[in-house]
Structure formats: C-alpha cells, structure tokens
C-alpha cells in the first residue's frame, strides 16, 4: 500500500512539474503580445477556456452560499478531496523503511533492532522475574533525541505492585540504557485466567 | 526461497524540490477541500471566507479584464514563466527514476591479463557462517551490496548490545582472515525465538 502511495505521489509530482512547465512557457510566449493579439495572455486564458470557467464556478459557488439543504454531492467531493490530499502526503513523508531501534552507528555500519523482535527480548526479560505472569512491551525508536520502551507487566497476587515495577525496571534497564530508550513500566494485578501462572 | 537481489535508487537531494511542492498542492487540495465541505454544510460563507479567502481570490480572478494586462505585467509573467520553464524541467528530470542492482560481483583485481572477483553469495555466506558461531546466535542472513549488512535472530536477551557487537566483530574478523576488503557491516535484530531461548 505504502509502495502504491509512494509511487503515486512521485508520478504526481512528475506530471505537476511538466504542466507547471508547460504553463511556464505558454506564459513567456503569450506575453510577447498586448491587448487581445494572437500572443497575448487573454487569448491564452481564452484557450484555456477560463471564462467559461468563471461562468460555471461563479453560480456554483452562490448556489453553495445559498440557504437550502446541505450539498451532499459538494460534501463528498470536499471529502474527497481531503482524502487524496491526504494520501498524497502520506505518500510523501511516510518513511520507505522500517525504524529500527539503533544501539549504534558509524557512517554505513549500524547495530539496530526491529521492533517486534526488541519487544520479545525485553518481555522475555521481564518476564523472567518472580511474581510476573504476563508482559505487553511497546518500543518507539527515536525520531530525535531518545526514543521509549513501554512495558505493561501483569503480576500475580501476594506480590505487591511497587516491587514488580522495581524489579521489571531493573530487568529491561541493561536493554533500555544501551538501545538509549527511555523506559516506563507499569504493573498491574493479573486477572484470573491468565495464560501463566506462578 | 530468500530473495537476496534488491533494486536500489538513488535519490538526488534536488528531488525534494519537487516534492515540496506536490506536498503544497497537497494541503491545499486538504484545506479547500475542508472549506468545501464547511460551504456544502451551510457553515456561514462570511466565515469561510475569512480563513480561507477563497471569494476574494475567485473574485480578484473573475475580475481580471485584458486591459488589466499591462506592458509590466506582461513583462513579469513573461519573465517568470521563462524561468519556471528550466526549474520545473530540471525538477522534472531529477524526478525520474534511476534504479540500480544494489548486489553485484566484488573485484579484487582488474588488469589486462586477469580479473578476481568474489561473487556476493561467497561474502554472505562468510558472514553467515561467522554470524552463527556465536551462541547467542541461532540463525543469521547477510545481504552484500553497498555495504555488508547481517540479520540475526538471538535465543537470549540478555546482553543482547554485547552481542550485536560480537557478531559485528565475527564477521569483520571473518573478512580479514578470507583476506577480503574491509567493509562496513550492520548487524540487524530479526528474530528472537522464544521457545528456543536459553533458562538464563
């Protein structure tokens, strides 16, 4: 999907700059003449039907200003319209390549994780710890400065929830420290019918 | 089946031009579309019309008469268009696409009498082979093109920076003693078997 945007948005961009350089030199030739001559700007507007144009944007846009019902069709275009804005810069700025997670790099060489795979390593992590039945982790590499780790860790009863926090802290923190994450635990008493139990 | 070749592109950074300027058209197309939608919904054309301008523009436009076409103005959009015409075709050829196979032989020695080249599966499987030698490390797939770039799965999590370090260091160390070229190599996480990890 993101391919198809990408390649969408760079044949737009393809087709905008050819007509806007078509527009260009129909603009610098029409302007060799004055008044309404072969080579003039009106007659340029004249071949690019432009008063016929305004003639049918004009009313339209006073039926829309009108007082009456909403215009659904209007509706659906400006929805429309909205939405191909949007794929289209979705298009543009959304990155080509997966964020990784960078532990290190230097020029073309990097050291990197992607992030379900770094996820799995730090709930493996904290899950090693006594009293933790279940662990939900969420990692967002940095864009700038330094990117998080998100830990939800389910503990079972007789454990109290400051010391598994504490514990799960210290377990992801060799992790978090070296990938430069910012860590956030959070415990919560698991509920029965949890997959593990200890 | 892995498929190891990839189509690689090379960007000029001048591309961005272009691409600005389709993500202006962009947010225009988002913003009047918006004020369509607010018109089409009986929102005040008053209001409308003081964030968007768009009767004032439709209306400076609309208004335009050929004797508003002065020898200035001719002058100024005869100009303008005449630089627009170079820019936009600059833009426009910058914009096309140059792909190129990222993964190809690597020469070690080109003369009149002979060539040496060490064919790109030869330094993938090197790095491999060097990658999985490491304990912690159960599985490793290398891909050669402008750089060497590995990635792993890992059985432990623990240490996990001292290992990505370690498999960099196999490989270079590999690299060194085939007596091949240094290059830069990335080590990637890819995988994390956790049925296969070790009771740490």
Redesign the interface.
Known sequence: MLLLLRAI??L???V???A??A???????F??Q???RAL???RLADHFQLPEL?DE??PY?DR??G?????????G??????A???L??AG??MPRRER?VV??E?????????RR??A???A??AE?ERGVTQTRVRVRPARLGRGRLRVATYYSHGRSREEIERRVSAAVA??AD??RLRKQVRARLGERGSARVQ | MKIRQRIRERTSPVAYA??T???L??????????????????VS?DKVDAISRY?AA?NY??GLQ?GD?T?R???I?????????????F??WK???RPYLARGDLSLLEDERATITVKPRAIERAAEAAVVAHPAVIGAAARYG??LSVDI??RR?????ET??EA?LLVVEALGRLELPAL?????????D?RR?EI?
Do not use: N
């Open positions: 948005a760079r737009t961009t393809f905008l700059l050819i806007l350089a527009l260009g030199l129909a603009t610098a030739v302007s060799i004055g008044d309404t003039s700007l009106p305004r944007v004009g846009l829309l200003e007082d009456g019902p909403t215009a659904w069709i209007s509706v275009a400006g929805a429309g319209a909205i191909v804005g949007v289209l810069l543009v700025f990784l532990l290190e230097q020029d073309e060489a990097r050291l990197a994780a992607r795979p770094f799995q390593v730090a493996a992590l090693q060799p992790l070296a990938f | 272009g691409r300027l389709l993500a058209l962009a947010l225009a197309l988002v913003w009047y579309g918006l004020m369509l939608v607010l018109l089409a919904a009986k054309p009767r439709f436009f609309a050929p076409v020898s103005v001719r002058l959009a005869g100009l303008s268009g005449f630089a627009v015409f170079p820019v936009c075709c833009l426009a914009e096309l696409p402008d750089h799965d890992v999590g623990r240490d996990l920076a990505m370090r960099q830069p190599v990335s080590v990637t996480l890819a995988g994390f956790r990890r740490e």
